[in-house]
């Protein structure tokens, strides 16, 4: 197995975890009668995420873990992104 195939698996694994993730933090949301908008999620992502950390934060004195779970997906995806660039090129 070469590295490139490696670095896609982990990609669209963290993709996946974001995307989960993502719907997580919506429903979240939305079961504290927030108003959210499913068809705009994802350009709204940002400013839910923010609603998220805010009310966690308010509610059990922490951050949520989903806020942590959405942060690091989508590092892990930029991360593997960015590998798969350098490793073409080189």
């Given at each position: 197995?070469?590295?490139?195939?490696?670095?896609?698996?982990?990609?669209?694994?963290?993709?996946?975890?974001?995307?989960?993730?993502?719907?997580?933090?919506?429903?979240?949301?939305?079961?504290?009668?927030?108003?959210?908008?499913?068809?705009?999620?994802?350009?709204?992502?940002?400013?839910?995420?923010?609603?998220?950390?805010?009310?966690?934060?308010?509610?059990?004195?922490?951050?949520?873990?989903?806020?942590?779970h959405w942060i690091i997906s989508i590092n892990i995806a930029?991360?593997?992104?960015?590998?798969?660039?350098?490793?073409?090129?080189?």
């Open positions: 197995m070469s590295l490139t195939t490696i670095l896609i698996a982990i990609g669209l694994l963290a993709v996946m975890w974001y995307v989960t993730t993502t719907i997580l933090i919506y429903d979240a949301l939305r079961k504290r009668n927030i108003k959210v908008s499913f068809l705009f999620l994802r350009f709204l992502i940002l400013k839910y995420a923010s609603q998220y950390k805010e009310i966690t934060l308010k509610e059990t004195g922490k951050v949520g873990p989903l806020f942590y930029l991360v593997s992104a960015i590998l798969i660039l350098l490793v073409i090129i080189a």
